[in-house]
C-alpha cells in the first residue's frame, strides 16, 4: 500500500512540475521544432500562448496522469507539445522525474506534421 500512495504522490508532483513549465514556461527548457521556428512571428507567439493554456487533459493524451502531451491548434495548424525527463546532465533520462534536484524537463512545441 505505501508504494501505492508513494507513487500516487510522486505522479503528483510531476504533474505540479509539468503544469508549471507548460504554464509558465519556467522550470525547465522550451524548445521549438524547426517548423514551429520557420512560421511567423506572430502564429508561433498565437502556439505559443495556446500551449501555455492547454487544460485538456484525458485518458487518451495522459494515460499516466503527468499531464505531459497535447495537442492544440492555432490558425489553421496543427501542434504537439511533449515534455521530456533527462538527468541534469541531459545525457539520458531521469532517474526520478519527481525530483527536481536530478531531473531537467524539456518542454518541445512542435508542428503536428514533424512528429
Known amino acids: 500500500m505505501t508504494d501505492v500512495i508513494g507513487e500516487a504522490a510522486k505522479r503528483a508532483r510531476i504533474r505540479e512540475l509539468n503544469d508549471q513549465l507548460r504554464k509558465t514556461f519556467t522550470g525547465g527548457v522550451v524548445v521549438c521544432s524547426a517548423g514551429v521556428a520557420a512560421i511567423p512571428d506572430a502564429a508561433r507567439s498565437s502556439a ?3 500551449v501555455r493554456a492547454f ?5 487518451d493524451n495522459d494515460p499516466y496522469g503527468e499531464q505531459d502531451f497535447g495537442e492544440i491548434f492555432s490558425g489553421d495548424q ?3 507539445f511533449k515534455i521530456d525527463y533527462y538527468d541534469r546532465a541531459m545525457a539520458g533520462g531521469s ?3 519527481s525530483d527536481t534536484a536530478v531531473t531537467t524537463r524539456v518542454l518541445t512545441i512542435m508542428l503536428a506534421e514533424e512528429y
Open 95 to 97: 532517474a526520478d522525474p
Open 78 to 80: 496543427r501542434f504537439f
Open 48 to 50: 505559443l500562448q495556446a
Open 55 to 59: 487544460n485538456r487533459f484525458d485518458d
